[in-house]
């Protein structure tokens, strides 16, 4: 599975300064949610059990045998190369120390450098990928299959639109994007299809579809009152898959110069783009400003996108719910660059937007966590990840807030891989403050910590925190989905984590990694799902497992209620997308339709037990803006 891909200390100049918040020092004092935690925690991991599991795996982490810390050539051509830490790379797991058990459970390596390209068979893996489906509590509604279906095996984003009482589906990946008329659930058709199949994926050349160095980004899709239409605003960041470098240490940014100032010098935005839309097709889109977040350019409203920009760009989808304030991730220049992971440059923070005129979206604020950027080494160097040239520091995703500030809402969580979680006020947009911070066991390799789901956090003060998986044969830490309590928001603490799921009998194996490929959570879909999301539920993409629904409704005995496990790949799956199953589920709560996302189509499921009973016509109401 292919995804995104920080010596001697030296004293670096910063350049224009973000304000640094220092983690764990709040800046005021703040009074925890109006709504206490609905049930008693009982039964859940202690305070001491997880302190251990930490100090466990951060010394597994440290006694990794490190180099002598020499600047390598990347570090002396290019000062954002982050060799803070002497190399203390991860060697292969002992194949003995990790697999099946003899209680048929499978035991997890407990360190693994990034490796995505290679098997990691073990005795007790099936010898095929598994092409069986499994299904509790759930029905198949409607099964679409194919390249018109699958714009991207590895991974794709989804909006919803409604026009003229019809609802569309965006379902896209930079290049390849369709749009699908999904109003009858069990009739969905195809409306659109944009590709750059005809000129190799290029993204520096035009074609019919596409101008040069122009793709569907990342992106929210909310109503905006003022414009009386729906707005689109669409990320444009540096690309995960790339060839210039690898993870392979020969290879990758520290001992590839010359690959890391490629990188460097690819024009394109780096920033995010704001759409109006009066239709659901691509000629229906208006342009209405065109944004970079390149701290280095004099006016972000007027950069050059045929020019090498820098930083990260505005990654993953931006949070925005239609009204003044919106927040991104984003790494606003190269000293943003304080990251292990081999093939990364930066390492992003948070900006703050004022959105109150979309065709003019205005700067407010920019945060960071201290150690993020050159030259704040000390800070860096605490981390116990330091060196490890394997972990992803710095966002994923925008934060996750559980009310938008526009309806009184004051928190807000970040998933920061690496650094762990930390809780923001964001009541004065213009002035983003740390309120607390909470480090997270180390989970190397993979991805340690991506998606925070606060759909639950009003009514039980809990947030779902977890990070996903890299490889297959489960050659990493399995990630946990935290239960996180943050009723107190200058004290959050981590009280459990959800059920690992296991396959049913009927399967001929007893955990996951038997099955092939990647196993673990992916996300939770998204904040602009249609409707208002059902109290208690979660529903998580889990790579070879399925979607697993998850009842939460008690907090303090969280089980699997439902779940659907499509055959591993189907007719046209490449054979190097067989491990990256079902990445993605996007529900629509107003009808109870979930739509699962896999390497080979898209699934339309209901669940009367856990989602309520479905519509698959025409719903009630268009959908607008998304609702809390």
């Known amino acids: ?262 990188v460097r010098e690819k024009p394109g935005l780096k920033g995010f783009k704001v759409y109006r839309l009066d239709g659901p097709r691509k000629k229906d889109w208006k342009l209405l400003a065109t944004v970079s977040t390149d701290a280095t350019q004099k006016d972000p409203l007027r950069s050059d996108p045929g020019t090498a920009q820098q930083g990260s760009g505005s990654l993953d989808t931006p949070y925005w719910t239609g009204g003044r304030y919106m927040f991104i991730a984003t790494a606003p220049d190269d000293t943003y660059s304080r990251t292990e992971y081999p093939t990364n440059l930066h390492s992003a923070g948070y900006q703050s937007w004022d959105m109150a005129d979309p065709a003019h979206p205005r700067l407010l604020d920019t945060w960071h966590l201290p150690g993020q950027r050159t030259g704040e080494d000390a800070a860096y160097r605490k981390n116990p990840r330091c060196g490890n040239r394997t972990s992803w520091m710095g966002a994923r995703m925008p934060l996750f807030i559980p009310k938008p500030v526009e309806q009184g809402g004051r928190y807000a969580f970040a998933a920061m891989g690496g650094y762990g979680l930390t809780v923001l006020d964001i009541s004065n947009p213009a002035d983003l403050r740390t309120v607390s911070h909470l480090d997270l066991p180390p989970s190397v390799s993979g991805t340690e910590g991506d998606n925070i789901d606060v759909s639950q956090y009003e009514r039980t003060g809990i947030v779902y925190y977890s990070g996903y998986p890299l490889t297959e044969d489960c050659y990493e830490p399995y990630k946990d989905v935290y239960q996180i309590d943050a009723s107190d928001p200058e004290n959050p603490r981590v009280v459990g984590a959800l059920p690992r799921p296991t396959p049913p009998p009927s399967a001929g194996f007893t955990d996951f990694c038997q099955r092939r490929g990647s196993f673990g959570p992916k996300r939770t879909g998204s904040y602009t799902n249609p409707g208002r999301h059902t109290p208690g539920v979660l529903g998580y993409g889990f790579y070879n497992a399925g979607v697993q629904f998850f009842d939460v409704s008690d907090p303090a005995a969280p089980r699997i209620d439902a779940y659907f496990v499509p055959k591993a790949y189907g007719t046209g799956t490449p054979d190097y997308a067989y491990g990256n199953q079902t990445h993605g589920v996007y529900v629509e709560w107003d009808r109870n339709i979930a739509w699962v996302l896999t390497n080979h189509g898209i699934y339309a499921l209901s669940s009367p037990k856990v989602l309520g009973k479905p519509d698959l016509n025409r719903p009630d109401k268009p959908f607008r803006t998304s609702e809390f």
Request: net charge neutral.
């Open 1 to 262: 599975m292919t995804t995104a891909r920080p010596g001697p200390c030296r004293a670096v100049p910063t350049a224009p300064p973000s304000r640094a918040r220092t983690a764990g020092t709040p800046a005021h004092v703040h009074s925890p949610p109006p709504r206490p935690l609905g049930q008693p925690m009982r039964h859940l991991r202690t305070r001491a059990t997880l302190a251990a599991a930490v100090a466990a795996a951060t010394a597994a982490t440290l006694l990794v045998p490190g180099s002598s810390g020499a600047t390598t050539a990347a570090t002396a051509a290019d000062p954002n190369i982050p060799e803070v830490c002497a190399d203390r790379r991860p060697a292969p797991a002992d194949p003995g120390a990790y697999g099946m058990q003899l209680d048929d459970t499978f035991r997890h390596p407990a360190l693994t450098p990034v490796d995505e390209e290679h098997e990691h068979s073990f005795p007790g893996r099936n010898k095929q990928y598994d092409t069986r489906s499994y299904i509790k509590n759930m029905k198949v509604e409607a099964a679409y299959e194919g390249a018109d279906f699958t714009p991207d095996p590895f991974h794709t984003w989804q909006n919803v639109v409604d026009f003229d009482g019809r609802r569309y589906m965006f379902q896209y990946d930079r290049s390849e994007g369709r749009v699908y008329d999904i109003t009858d659930v069990k009739r969905v058709k195809v409306v659109e299809r944009m590709s750059r199949q005809d000129v190799d994926g290029d993204e520096t050349r035009a074609n019919a579809t596409w101008a040069a160095h122009d793709y569907w980004g990342a992106s929210t899709v909310q109503w905006n009152g003022k414009l009386g239409a729906y707005v689109m605003v669409q990320s444009f960041e540096s690309k995960r898959q790339i060839q210039e470098l690898t993870d392979d240490p020969a290879h990758d940014k520290y001992a590839d110069p010359e690959g890391v100032r490629k």
